[in-house]
């Protein structure tokens, strides 16, 4: 159960738009699509932005989305606003039937 | 609306056992599947549990696994953990989370509450 890769930190201007990538293996993010990202400000919990790769649930602006390609999967934040700053995470259902997390992007807005 | 609110962190020494509560509300808590998952001060977070909404299925992380017990009262509409033989790496906030599906694999984690605080420490 090794922890899905994330670049530990990306940045943008505001306007701008940010991709940040999740890799798995084919145990895990190859093999489903069920992929999630979730958005934590500092000392808050975490929110879920996407599920199943590039499902938004209801309130998440549409300047997020999800694709994935192979064992990677990637969140793009366009139309970046000083309030996307967080951290984030993304999330894959794995072989056997448990959930793994990525280690962490920061996302900082310049 | 959803609620998660959970319980039962505080402090405990190397080896002790804690039992952590997370009361749900707001949604029809006996069809959904329900995880825990924790975050080390200063990291990131990592997933340690999933109960089926009977309760029958339980799935673990390899660091939960033979110490971590997960259960869940649907009558109650709370979710449980209980932790034996604590090591300092379980210091941890302590998160419930309900899974976005009616009857799900427990593939996501859609709503979550704020946290218990866990300190293992001597």
């Known amino acids: 159960q090794s922890a899905l890769t994330q670049p530990p930190s990306v940045s943008g201007s505001p306007g701008q738009s940010v991709t940040i990538s999740c890799t798995g293996t084919s145990s895990d993010v190859g093999s489903y699509d069920r992929v999630s990202w979730y958005q934590q400000p500092p000392g808050t919990a975490p929110r879920l932005m996407i599920y199943d790769v590039v499902t938004r649930p209801s309130g998440v602006p549409d300047r997020f989305s999800g694709s994935k390609s192979g064992n990677t999967a990637s969140l793009t934040i366009s139309g970046l606003r000083a309030e996307d700053e967080a951290h984030y995470y993304c999330s894959s259902f794995t072989s056997i039937s448990t959930l793994v997390f990525g280690g962490g992007t920061k996302l900082t807005v310049l | 609306q959803v609620q998660l609110v959970e319980s039962g962190g505080g402090v405990v020494q190397p080896g002790g056992s804690l039992r952590l509560s997370c009361a749900a509300s707001g949604f029809t808590f006996s069809n959904y599947g329900m995880h825990w998952v924790r975050q080390a001060p200063g990291k990131g977070l990592e997933w340690v549990a999933f109960v089926r909404p009977d309760g029958n299925k339980k799935y673990y992380a390899d660091s939960a696994r033979g110490r971590f017990a997960i259960s869940r009262s649907n009558s109650k509409s709370t979710l449980y953990l209980q932790m034996d033989s604590l090591r300092d790496e379980d210091t941890a906030l302590y998160y419930c989370?309900?899974?976005?599906?009616?009857?799900?694999?427990?593939?996501?984690?859609?709503?979550w509450g704020q946290g218990t605080p866990v300190t293992v420490s001597s």
């Open positions: 989370a309900k899974d976005p599906f009616s009857y799900g694999a427990g593939s996501s984690c859609e709503y």
